[in-house]
């Protein structure tokens, strides 16, 4: 039971109080760059999710076997390692059965490559001491943050569109804007406790 | 030392393991691409200059597959590699004569200056103060836009500060004409080797005040074209390459030596000396012809 309460908390930590985009600030460029249509964003989101996920599961595994020999200090050289062949694995993947959003995402799916997010979720499971599954879950729930804070700004920029400011605020601005606002309505979210 | 073996080892299998699995999964996902578009894009010139209007020599491939762009949408490849594109794409070959890009001005020094412009050396940047350091509108504003903008090194900036182009290396990728931000660079058969060195559209006067060598529209060198190739239009002599024989007369009478290239003001002396004894010549036997029928009468 006690083990269902704490996946839950880091659940909901990292999909609404410690949002990996709107209070850590990991994974903005993708947030930024791949948020003008909502389809493409759920793509991303997608990708993103499916990447930490699997990502969290073999960095532990590699964790473990880094701890083992000593070499606790190569952490983020392993992980890099890691996060780069499951980009490209998924590259691969997605080009043979999505071409749709394989060309929707772009430049961006190679970036995820260098998404600070799927970093940050690997070095923060090691940093907090989780388990297998915790961290499996921590991965997942943090891809689903950065899902969640994705499509609604993507939702969001689409209306903007039709918003009505000043010209000069016209792009990257009015979307620095945006997000700026977002992250102040999920700080509402930071003294949320439900056990 | 033991641990420096360790680490190499660690992350050597590491990488072994995930580049075994990229392999294999490489394998399985597969994608067959149209092996056409391998040999379109060894076609086209290769040096992304984005003058055809995709996103670099592959996206222009891609699009010539898809029927959306024309086999010579890639100018800097030439004729030749256009007909072997259309021979990969079962089209006929487009025929058409090589064009090169053409600065349709050559005021330089010789244009009048407003006020020294000290900013950005960039023509889009100039443009954006008071309209320019230039008096003439249609100026070349010679901060070398095009030049930057040129992928083959065949724009430079002359010796009287308005930009040229080597024929020799032009391709006609059209990059420098979409950096000009005064629309100065056009195509013009490559063949051909005279042009008219000027787009000043304003009237007459307006036109002789802001530079030496602006079109005045005045039309002497339509008057003076055997093969009605040259015309003024806009207020700006324009010349049709279908016509032009490349006689240069025009380039004799143009009082401002807008068209290019201009004529020494000896060899325009000698022409008009020339016609002056053809006039005279006329005239003699018009009196003569005149003085006979009166004589008959």
Request: net charge positive; charged share 15%; glycine share 10%.
């Amino acid at each position: 039971m006690e083990q269902i309460t704490n996946l839950l908390a880091i659940t909901l930590a990292a999909i609404l109080a410690n949002n990996f985009i709107f209070s850590q600030f990991l994974g903005c460029c993708p947030f930024l760059g791949v948020s003008k249509k909502v389809d493409t964003a759920v793509g991303m989101g997608i990708a993103v999710t499916f990447v930490m996920g699997l990502a969290s599961a073999v960095c532990y595994a590699v964790n473990l076997l880094l701890i083992n020999l000593g070499l606790g200090y190569m952490q983020t050289v392993a992980f890099i390692l890691v996060i780069a062949a499951l980009v490209q694995f998924i590259e691969m993947f997605l080009q043979k059965s999505m071409p749709a959003l394989y060309t929707a995402l772009g430049v961006y799916l190679p970036l995820i490559t260098t998404n600070c997010a799927v970093l940050g979720v690997v070095l923060l499971n090691v940093q907090n001491n989780y388990n297998f599954i915790e961290s499996v879950v921590y991965g997942i729930t943090g891809g689903l943050g950065f899902l969640l804070a994705i499509v609604l700004f993507a939702s969001i920029r689409e209306r903007l569109v039709f918003a009505d400011y000043p010209k000069a605020f016209d792009g990257f601005p009015i979307a620095l804007v945006t997000a700026g606002l977002m992250a102040l309505a999920f700080m509402g979210f930071s003294g949320l406790k439900v056990w | 030392m033991t641990n420096v073996i360790y680490a190499i080892v660690v992350l050597g299998v590491l990488g072994a393991v995930f580049g075994l699995v990229l392999a294999i999964a490489s394998k399985i996902f597969e994608v067959k691409k149209d092996p056409r578009e391998e040999e379109i894009l060894s076609h086209l010139a290769g040096a992304n200059c984005g003058g055809c209007g995709f996103p670099g020599c592959a996206g222009c491939a891609a699009a010539i597959l898809a029927g959306t762009a024309p086999v010579n949408a890639c100018a800097p490849a030439g004729a030749e590699n256009a007909a072997a594109i259309a021979a990969i794409m079962g089209q006929e070959a487009p025929s058409g004569e090589r064009q090169v890009a053409y600065v349709r001005c050559n005021g330089g020094t010789n244009a009048k200056k407003r006020f020294d412009y000290v900013g950005v050396k960039d023509c889009i940047s100039a443009t954006k103060v008071a309209a320019g350091p230039l008096e003439c509108a249609f100026g070349c504003l010679g901060f070398g836009s095009c030049v930057s903008a040129c992928q083959f090194g065949a724009m430079s900036i002359g010796a009287n500060g308005a930009a040229v182009v080597d024929p020799d290396k032009c391709t006609n990728c059209g990059a420098c004409m979409a950096a000009c931000p005064r629309k100065l660079i056009v195509s013009v058969p490559a063949s051909k080797k005279v042009h008219v060195a000027c787009a000043n559209r304003d009237k007459g006067k307006a036109a002789m005040s802001v530079c030496n060598n602006s079109c005045i529209g005045c039309g002497l060198c339509e008057k003076e074209c055997k093969k009605d190739a040259i015309h003024v239009e806009n207020g700006v002599a324009v010349i049709d390459y279908d016509k032009c024989v490349g006689c240069k007369l025009c380039t004799k009478v143009c009082p401002r030596d807008a068209i290019q290239p201009a004529a020494t003001a000896e060899e325009k002396e000698k022409y008009k000396a020339i016609k002056k004894a053809q006039a005279e010549k006329a005239a003699a036997a018009k009196a003569a012809a005149q003085a006979e029928t009166a004589e008959k009468a």
